[in-house]
């Protein structure tokens, strides 16, 4: 039955997608025969007669839904039909493009699986995990910027690499490098986090007395911890080649991304079905092999409810962390809203920081103090507010394996670009656009991770004692199915929240979410990238406010969770629920 909901759920939600991207030509609201026109040729003059004949030539006189016909008739026959700007055939473009991408994604998946085993490898040693700020950094830094300032130190002013162009192994180490890092703290912080209440298990306590090797424990554990991350690994791998469009765009990589942008934006509907197809497909694939590796990796476990849980074990951050991190942000957001963040002083364009201006000047002569202020607001506040929406529906979405799975899958191939292209074209620009956006493609890997762990819980064998004691299903499912699967997900959700304020500010780099001269972060790194190599304390201003946002949500939560942890008479809840477990053993 649920296979069944998740094949439905796929193909539904494929269908959707292929059919609003076949209608972006009659959502946009512009004229594609314009469009087209001027892709094919810049200096023709847009007359009647030419227009007329470009609809011609497209059948765009015939509808949407004739178009949508042909195309999926070809389609059975493995003909995706011809590009509308260039007229060469559209198989071979996307599967060069797709090819280009599943390399930079291996290169930047290695990148990131070495930087996941450096935040890993200490949890191990220490058998105790930490607040994770360092790792949520490194999640949070902006993929296009961490590329532009690569591009600057490693390319231009060091010469040790390539700077643009795919042509050799050489060419993917700078871009590989710039998308494996947030990836690769994300994937350390999930893991890391999962770590401590496994290796607190009993089990792990008599392998240490009978002599096993920490080496050998070590791997067991990480064996215990992988499977309810597995589909967060694809998930990360899938965004790797999807998502990458701003870095294939800083190094000129002509990726399967880059394309479909490319496509988007000349309204070539053939190359940008393809291409939309192509992710939707690698998408799909990846999913299913998680879903396979997982099962495999679990055994009979989980169909044979035999699935001892770890006891929660809050990890503990010392309050000084997110108390400076608190302080320095709101410190510099306080001080920037008591200045003008309009106010142009061309006599002070590209300003180093001084007392008149603490973080400097941007191009126009603008105070960053005062624009990283007043933009707080409008980052944070909209990706907060997304973040929460998506929690909600992963949580919800998680007790429906079925049909989460089978969205996620399709949600998930997506790049965050190509659905902000199609909600800008049917509500038009803007912050409410962007964050729609986002939102319809940020809650897969929170439903992931929770149909995970709800599977999981369903499955242990201390559920099993609950049910034979005669607990109702209410009470198993308030009082232990979900604090159990609440938690983890929720502070994976505020590990993402920095990463969906980054969305929110690569629609607005493309000129889908908010528009100048809003004080908007993403603006600002925008904006900022044509003269960093003169002025970089303009970029490095947000970039580093996204970063202080990070680590403060994640050292804040496990503060908080730490504290909310400790029982009556300083027993923590990990102790109160082992005797609990106890006790449901043996009374069953």
Request: charged share 15%; proline share 7%; aromatic share 4%.
């Amino acid at each position: 039955m649920r296979r069944f909901a998740a094949g439905a759920t796929r193909a539904v939600c494929l269908l959707a997608v292929l059919a609003a991207v076949g209608l972006l030509p009659w959502l946009s609201g512009r004229d594609p025969a314009l469009t087209v026109l001027r892709a094919r040729s810049a200096e023709q003059e847009p007359t009647e007669e030419a227009l007329s004949a470009v609809r011609r030539d497209l059948g765009l006189d015939a509808g949407p839904l004739s178009l949508l016909g042909d195309w999926a008739a070809g389609l059975v026959r493995g003909d995706l039909g011809t590009s509308w700007v260039s007229g060469t055939e559209i198989l071979p473009s996307v599967l060069s493009g797709l090819q280009v991408s599943l390399g930079l994604m291996a290169a930047a998946l290695t990148v990131a699986v070495l930087l996941a085993v450096a935040l890993v490898a200490p949890v191990l040693v220490r058998g105790r995990g930490s607040a994770g700020a360092f790792a949520a950094m490194a999640a949070a830094v902006p993929e296009f910027l961490l590329a532009t300032v690569a591009l600057l130190v490693c390319g231009v002013w060091l010469g040790w690499l390539p700077t643009s162009g795919w042509q050799g192994p050489e060419y993917m180490v700078l871009p590989a490098l710039a998308l494996g890092v947030p990836a690769g703290g994300l994937l350390g912080r999930l893991v890391a986090d999962a770590l401590p209440a496994v290796l607190d298990e009993r089990w792990v306590e008599l392998w240490r007395g009978a002599g096993v090797s920490r080496a050998r424990i070590a791997a067991a554990a990480l064996r215990r911890v992988v499977p309810p991350l597995v589909p967060q690994f694809g998930m990360v791998a899938v965004g790797l080649t999807g998502g990458a469009v701003a870095v294939e765009a800083v190094f000129a990589v002509p990726g399967i991304g880059r394309t479909a942008l490319g496509a988007a934006k000349s309204q070539d509907l053939p190359l940008l079905q393809g291409s939309v197809l192509a992710l939707l497909a690698l998408g799909l694939v990846t999913g299913a092999l998680a879903a396979l590796v997982r099962r495999r990796l679990l055994g009979p476990a989980l169909r044979d409810a035999g699935l001892p849980l770890p006891p929660p074990r809050p990890v503990r951050a010392h309050p000084a962390i997110p108390v400076a991190l608190a302080a320095v942000l709101l410190t510099a957001i306080g001080w920037g809203l008591l200045r003008d963040p309009y106010a142009v002083d061309t006599t002070a364009r590209l300003a180093s920081p001084s007392w008149a201006y603490p973080l400097g000047t941007d191009g126009l002569g603008r105070d960053v103090l005062a624009r990283l202020g007043h933009g707080a607001a409008a980052t944070v506040g909209t990706a907060a507010a997304v973040c929460l929406l998506s929690l909600l529906t992963g949580l919800a979405l998680g007790f429906l394996p079925g049909v989460a799975a089978g969205a996620a899958d399709i949600a998930n191939a997506l790049p965050p670009v190509i659905v902000g292209i199609l909600v800008a074209a049917a509500a038009g620009p803007g912050t409410g656009g962007a964050a729609l956006a986002v939102a319809l493609i940020s809650w897969p890997p929170l439903a992931a991770h929770a149909a995970a762990l709800v599977q999981e819980v369903r499955a242990s064998a201390f559920l099993t004692a609950q049910r034979a004691i005669g607990a109702s299903p209410l009470w198993i499912l308030t009082r232990h199915v979900l604090p159990s699967v609440a938690a983890p997900v929720a502070r994976h959700a505020l590990l993402r929240l920095p990463g969906i304020a980054l969305a929110l500010a690569s629609l607005g780099f493309l000129g889908l979410g908010a528009q100048p001269p809003a004080p908007e972060w993403g603006l600002l790194l925008d904006e900022s990238r044509a003269y960093i190599e003169r002025a970089p304390w303009a970029a490095l201003a947000p970039a580093v406010a996204l970063a202080l946002l990070a680590g403060l949500a994640v050292s804040g939560a496990a503060y908080a969770q730490g504290r909310a942890a400790k029982g009556p008479s300083g027993r923590t809840v990990r102790k109160e629920t082992a005797r609990v477990a106890r006790g449901a053993a043996v009374g069953a």
